[in-house]
C-alpha cells in the first residue's frame, strides 16, 4: 500500500513559479509511476504531467508543455512538480498518484493523495 500527501500549493500571481510535491511513504517510489492530475471545479481531472519509475522518461499534456517540469525529489521519495509561467486557467487542485506503469488515463491509477490547491490571480 501506497500513502501519498502533495504539499506547496497556495496562491500565485499570473506569470509567477510554484512547486508542489508528492511524499510517497509505505513503499518506495522506485517502482512506480508517478502522475500529476488536476480539477478544477465544474471540470473533470485531468493528466498534468507523469515520470516513469526510473526517472529517465517524462511526460505532458501540451496544455502544460515548456512551462511544468516534472522531476524525482532530491528528497527520498518524492516527486516535484515546478510549475513557471502561470495562468489562471492552471488553478485547480492538484493531485498525484502512482501505479506500476505510465498512463495518462486517470482511472487507472491505483493510489492518490488528498491534493493541494493551486490559485493563480489574474
Known amino acids: 500500500q501506497v500513502q501519498l500527501v502533495e504539499s506547496g500549493g497556495g496562491l500565485v500571481q499570473a506569470g509567477g513559479s510554484l512547486r508542489v510535491s508528492c511524499a510517497a511513504s509505505?513503499?518506495?517510489?522506485?517502482?512506480?509511476?508517478v502522475a500529476w492530475f488536476r480539477q478544477a471545479p465544474g471540470k473533470e481531472r485531468e493528466f498534468v504531467a507523469a515520470?516513469?519509475?526510473?526517472?529517465?522518461?517524462?511526460y505532458y499534456a501540451d496544455s502544460v508543455k515548456g512551462r511544468f517540469t516534472i522531476s524525482k525529489g532530491n528528497a527520498l521519495n518524492t516527486v516535484d512538480l515546478q510549475m513557471s509561467s502561470l495562468k489562471p486557467e492552471d488553478t485547480a487542485v492538484y493531485y498525484c498518484?502512482?501505479?506500476?506503469?505510465?498512463?495518462?488515463?486517470?482511472?487507472?491509477?491505483?493510489?492518490w493523495g488528498q491534493g493541494t490547491q493551486v490559485t493563480v490571480s489574474s
Open positions: 498518484a502512482a501505479r506500476s506503469t505510465y498512463t495518462d488515463f486517470v482511472s487507472a491509477y491505483d493510489y
Open positions: 509505505g513503499h518506495t517510489f522506485s517502482s512506480y509511476a
Open positions: 515520470i516513469n519509475w526510473s526517472g529517465s522518461r517524462t
